[in-house]
């Protein structure tokens, strides 16, 4: 079975205020199809005719077990492994998009949207709300991450998500991105790290070939 995407959005207060966006308490979830994952070093396909691709550098847990209507405090031990990912948002779209009240599926969901690093097992040693991590392009240091900082912290998203959803094993949650978002080009290499955490690389291309049925 494809794996479920959850995402949380605004969940670091920087991030909010660089898009401009009130920090109204709610917890922004969305979801992505299994399509929009891409393995690490493989090739990042964006689109190039739709405005700025911004990547958003992020914490994804990966869920190990079935929990529904968790509370926060036994939350954690649905948590089986950790990885950065990517959740990239073509954001000139999303920002006509939710100008008009629409759904953000076409700048938040396209083929690619998820790149997603190797994982590595988390058997609690890690603490959870001490994580931090880095994305660079191209080598410049682009997001520094601490979920220190995060809103809605792992704990809280799982226990929220599990009320809506009956949460399964293989199911993933990107955490939501700290400040520092920008657009990507084609040729740029864009490289996630952690010290706790195993990173990941990805060479963006470009898409704009047509392409045939079949
Ligand atoms: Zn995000």
């Known amino acids: 079975m494809d794996p479920r995407i959850f995402c949380i959005g605004r969940n670091y207060a920087e991030h909010i205020r660089e898009l401009g966006h009130p920090e109204d308490g709610d917890c922004v979830v969305f979801m ?68 008009d009240g629409k759904p953000w599926e076409l700048a938040k969901a396209f083929d690619h949207a998820a790149p997603l690093g190797p994982f590595t097992p988390w058997n609690g040693e890690v603490p959870l709300n001490a994580i931090t991590f880095t994305c660079r392009v191209n080598g410049e240091l682009r997001q520094q991450g601490d979920t220190r900082q995060m809103i809605f912290s792992v704990p809280r998203i799982i226990s929220i998500l599990s009320r809506t959803w009956r949460l399964r094993p293989g199911d993933l949650i990107y955490t939501g991105t700290p400040a520092g978002v920008a657009a990507l080009q084609p040729g740029d290499i864009v490289e996630l790290d952690s010290s706790v955490l195993q990173s990941a690389r990805w060479a963006i291309h470009g898409y704009d070939a047509p392409q045939k049925l079949g």
Not at 48 to 71: K, M, Q
């Open 32 to 99: 992505k199809p299994a399509s929009c994952l891409v393995a690490p070093d493989q090739p990042v396909v964006i689109p190039t005719d739709r405005g700025a691709v911004h990547h958003e550098a992020e914490l994804v847990v990966r869920i190990g077990c079935e929990a529904s209507h968790v509370d926060p405090d036994a939350a954690t031990a649905a948590v089986d492994a950790l990885a950065l990912g990517l959740d990239l948002t073509l954001r000139d779209e999303q920002n006509r998009l939710r100008k």
